[in-house]
């Protein structure tokens, strides 16, 4: 069964700290990774897509990484702000007809002042 | 910068009653999605339109749940009756969908929040 498994399930962290999301899958045929930031009571929203041939992918602050061999995936935040307190979201898509995607239960992740 | 509109944002309703959420995708947008989330697990696949048509309902309650989407653009999800268990985020979702590309960059709505008493 395709999974997607992220840790840790949340975190806490002070501001200006650095701090690394990680993400495993089995999903196969593998298509993209994507990485999602869901602020409480909104839709989630893209931070970075990656495909099989892209090791890593930066936005801002926000820099994710892929083994395609492993299946891992990483998504590391550099110098938190208060703003970065939110829900982070690993979705992996198959490569099957349509494109079916499976998306992990997410990190929650706490910045303190 | 075009967005995905969904109405209500908060929805109370009592168990047995019906209810129903709307999404208006981006336009252009051929895909359309509806999700269930609950607090603190990731989105879960309930629908999958493309234009006009159901591609993927597998996991939708087809005993309680319906969705449409008649003229290819906005949808309606519908809930009938509404059960305690149904309490959740209801996440709406287009993407523009490009044959041959595997980038199916999905937009997220702002959700409606559910509850039911």
């Known amino acids: 069964k395709n999974q997607v498994e992220q840790s840790p399930q949340s975190l806490i962290i002070l501001e200006g700290k650095n701090c690394t999301l990680q993400?495993?899958?089995?999903?196969?045929?593998?298509?993209?990774l994507r990485w999602y930031k869901q602020d409480t009571g909104r839709g989630p929203v893209s931070l970075t897509i990656?495909?099989?041939?892209?090791n890593t992918k930066s936005n801002g602050r926000y820099t994710a990484t892929l083994d395609a061999d492993t299946k891992q995936s990483s998504l590391h935040i550099t110098a938190s702000q208060l703003s970065d307190s939110a829900s982070y979201i690993c979705?992996?898509?198959?490569?099957?007809?349509?494109?079916?995607?499976?998306f992990g239960a997410g990190t929650r992740l706490f910045v303190k002042a | 910068e075009a967005e995905v509109a969904q109405s209500p944002r908060y929805k109370i309703t009592e168990k047995s009653q019906a209810v129903a959420f709307w999404c208006d995708p981006i336009?252009?947008?051929?895909?359309l999605y509806w999700y269930r989330q609950i607090l603190g697990q990731g989105p879960e696949l309930l629908v999958q339109?493309?234009?006009?048509?159901?591609?993927?309902d597998s996991q939708l309650p087809k005993d309680r749940f319906s969705a449409e989407r008649l003229k290819g653009v906005d949808s309606t999800l519908k809930i009938q009756p509404a059960e305690l268990g149904d309490s959740a985020m209801y996440l709406c979702?287009?993407?523009?969908?490009?044959?041959?590309?595997?980038?199916?960059?999905?937009?997220f709505g702002p959700g409606t929040r559910l509850t039911v008493t």
């Open positions: 979702a287009s993407s523009l969908n490009i044959a041959g590309q595997g980038h199916y960059e999905q937009y």
């Open positions: 993400c495993n899958y089995t999903v196969s045929p593998f298509s993209n």
């Open positions: 990656m495909t099989f041939s892209e």
């Open positions: 979705v992996v898509s198959e490569k099957t007809g349509g494109f079916k995607t499976i």
């Open positions: 336009s252009g947008h051929a895909t």
């Open positions: 339109f493309q234009d006009e048509s159901v591609v993927d």
